[in-house]
Nanobody
Framework: QVQLVESGGGLVQAGGSLRLSCAAS????????MGWFRQAPGKEREFVVA????????NAADSVKGRFTISRDNAKNTVYLQMNSLKPEDTAVYYC????????????????WGQGTQVTVSS
């Protein structure tokens, strides 16, 4: 069992920045790929960005490339999502998730999920 707790969401103006954190417990964190997904009202959950267990590989959705950066600190069992140049269309509940071994972009591949944190970007 893996427990995930996200934090760092909030309200920000367009063009601003936020940093989300996801703290994990329960398993050997460094064996897991981590992903961030988001879900806006009335929309399906979508992939945002993911990172490999070692942190050497990342993959980001086209909509956030160049603006969002994922990183991890395996010593702290924490993954981060730095979000810059935020846009109103980034407004959503953001979830972190884990899966063993390599990263993927499919939500169905991830085994454990956090409760989500709301990000609201005003225009």
């Amino acid at each position: 069992q893996v427990q995930l707790v996200e934090s760092g969401g909030g309200l920000v103006q367009a063009g601003g920045s936020l940093r989300l954190s996801c703290a994990a417990s329960g398993r050997t964190f460094s064996n897991y790929a981590m992903g961030w997904f988001r879900q806006a009202p009335g929309k399906e959950r979508e992939f945002v960005v993911a990172i490999s267990p070692t942190g050497r590989s990342t993959n980001a959705a086209d909509s956030v490339k160049g603006r969002f950066t994922i990183s991890r600190d395996n010593a702290k069992n924490t993954v981060y999502l730095q979000m810059n140049s935020l846009k109103p269309e980034d407004t959503a509940v953001y979830y972190c998730a884990v899966r063993p071994d390599y990263l993927t972009t499919r939500a169905s591949d991830y085994n454990y999920w956090g409760q989500g944190t709301q990000v609201t970007v005003s225009s």
